[in-house]
């Protein structure tokens, strides 16, 4: 149990770039959701091979997590998009894996406007 003082994104994602706390009074419960530092990765290809580990991850989180490196927009089924994906991929294509979580390729990139 973590007290109302210690829910706090210092404390509680002290790394992080952004995060969202919430404490609950009745059930003593902090819940916080951490995310960055914002790290610049590679340009992913369908073809190149990647491992892919999800817990309990919406189908958006995961679609918005891989499509921030894939050279290709990935689509994410917006009657799926809260569905709650859990697997375990290793050594496969990045295409097999957006067709097993369902997800769906888009159309090339477009280039960031500044």
Same mark, same amino acid.
């Given at each position: ?9 210092? $404390?509680?994602c @002290? ?10 009074? $009745? ?16 340009? =992913?290809? =369908? &073809?190149d ?10 189908? @958006?989180? =995961? ?7 894939? &050279?290709v ?7 799926? @998009? ?11 294509? =990045?295409?097999? *894996?957006?067709?097993? *979580? ?7 990139? &477009?280039?960031?406007?500044?």
């Amino acid at each position: 149990m973590t007290s109302q003082e210690d829910c706090n994104c210092d $404390d509680q994602c @002290a790394e992080s770039t952004s995060c969202i706390c919430l404490y609950v009074y $009745d059930t003593g419960r902090c819940t916080c959701d951490c995310f960055g530092p914002i790290v610049i990765t590679p340009t =992913l290809r =369908l &073809a190149d091979r990647v491992a892919v580990n999800t817990r309990e991850a919406t189908l @958006a989180s =995961l679609g918005e997590s891989l499509g921030r490196s894939c &050279a290709v927009e990935l689509l994410i089924p917006g009657t799926r @998009a809260s569905e709650r994906v859990s697997v375990s991929i290793r050594d496969a294509t =990045l295409q097999y *894996v957006v067709e097993n *979580v369902g997800l769906v390729v888009g159309g090339p990139r &477009a280039p960031q406007k500044d």
